[in-house]
């Protein structure tokens, strides 16, 4: 019969000019299958799987590679012998085998290309995770990490960001353990520069990401805060005693591998920040929360703060909390005492004697512009060190 390598080297042709190699095989075992009327064997068929895995390493497209060995089956019909011969018993039989053997060499092609895919998936996917696992690790982890997360595509030269998002109840599995593979993806596809990484750390999710300006940060923000709020879709947004089912936060940009574990941290601390204030936002901007930071930064001088303006409020009936309560909401309002009294369900009159009885308590009026940077402060402090059901030291 013909020469099977330049039926090899026309079908790659007809594929688009791939390599004819990737046949192996193929052709010798369709030429033997058709003369002994029988299917492809076992090896024959292993020898299809490898050309497969081989091709889908090599980055050929699947379309080009079904096509390669297509246009090589149909060449060869025409030269197999028992064609040759002009017998239609002879020709029925050998077209059935001939097909039976592109189709069986065919579908196993493509489950060793399917199998390579979702090696390379998964190969792919832990790179990204140890990747990840160092960068937030720091130090000179971190530093080491920088080129294989360039290959990854995420550059730490520009501004790069670090996102955290904490649930109240952790995250559960198997869903909580998809939750990254589904951010990921969305951020993949409309936000691709984000080129991020993604994964659960510590019982967070977090995803580092490119962090140009502004509008990318925002972009990102939201799309996480849809995909979270979808996962939590069967449940209320809101907690019963009033808090939400999960906080997420976004550190400042910064530049660098090193900087990648303080960016964790800050987004962190901003999440600790934000469940203790009440924040009803489901996405906070780390850098917007900094002045509590600074705030609670010289501990000695706010507990200080927080005894010397606050401490007669122990002295209330029921204690300072329902007075710390409505002074909080009160300076949240702008000091509107109607809508004060709308957000406790109170009257306003019954809000205005609250703050009469906090200015006899503490001998400053909470209204008075003079007085009222050092209440709110103290206010503040006091909510960020759940006082007084904390303790001061």
């Known amino acids: 019969m013909g020469d099977l390598e330049q039926v090899g080297r026309a079908a790659a042709r007809d594929a688009g000019g791939i390599d004819p190699q990737l046949l192996g095989g193929f052709l010798p075992a369709v030429v033997a299958a ?48 028992e064609v040759a011969a002009g017998d239609a018993a002879r020709v029925r039989a050998a077209a059935l085998s001939v097909l039976r053997a592109a189709d069986d060499g065919v579908a196993a092609l493509v489950e060793g290309y399917q199998l390579a895919l979702a090696d390379l998936g998964r190969l792919h996917e832990s790179t990204k995770r140890e990747v990840l696992e160092s960068l937030l690790a720091g130090g000179q982890q971190a530093v080491e990490a920088a080129e294989p997360a360039a290959d990854l595509g995420l550059v730490l030269t520009g501004p790069v960001s670090v996102l955290v998002v904490r649930a109240r109840a952790g995250f559960a599995e198997p869903a909580g353990a998809a939750l990254p593979v589904t951010v990921d993806r969305a951020l993949q596809g409309r936000y691709g520069d984000a080129q991020p990484l993604v994964n659960l750390h510590a019982g967070d999710l977090v995803c580092v990401f490119a962090a140009p300006d502004a509008v990318a940060v925002d972009l990102v923000g939201r799309a996480v805060t849809v995909e979270v709020d979808a996962y939590f879709a069967t449940e209320p947004t809101v907690h019963a005693d009033g808090r939400r089912l999960w906080h997420g936060a976004v550190s400042t940009p910064r530049i660098g591998a090193a900087a990648v574990r303080a960016s964790l941290d800050e987004a962190r601390y901003a999440l600790e920040i934000a469940d203790r204030l009440g924040l009803d936002r489901p996405m906070v901007d780390a850098g917007e929360l900094a002045v509590y930071r600074v705030l609670l930064h010289d501990r000695p001088a706010v507990h200080d703060l927080i005894r010397g303006t606050l401490a007669p409020l122990t002295d209330a009936r029921g204690g300072a909390a329902t007075l710390l309560e409505t002074l909080d909401v009160y300076y949240q309002t702008g000091c509107v005492a109607t809508e004060t009294a709308a957000r406790l369900h109170l009257s306003v009159r019954a809000v205005t004697y609250r703050l009469a009885r906090v200015a006899q308590l503490i001998g400053r009026d909470p209204a008075d512009p003079t007085h009222r940077f050092t209440v709110q402060a103290a206010v503040t402090a006091a909510k960020l060190l759940d006082w007084p059901a904390t303790p001061l030291d």
């Open 34 to 81: 058709t003369a002994a009327g029988r299917r492809l064997r076992r090896p024959e068929l292993a020898a299809c799987v490898a050309a497969g895995r081989r091709a889908a390493t090599q980055g050929i497209a699947m379309r080009a590679l079904v096509d390669l060995y297509l246009s090589a089956g149909w060449r060869l019909w025409r030269d197999v012998p």
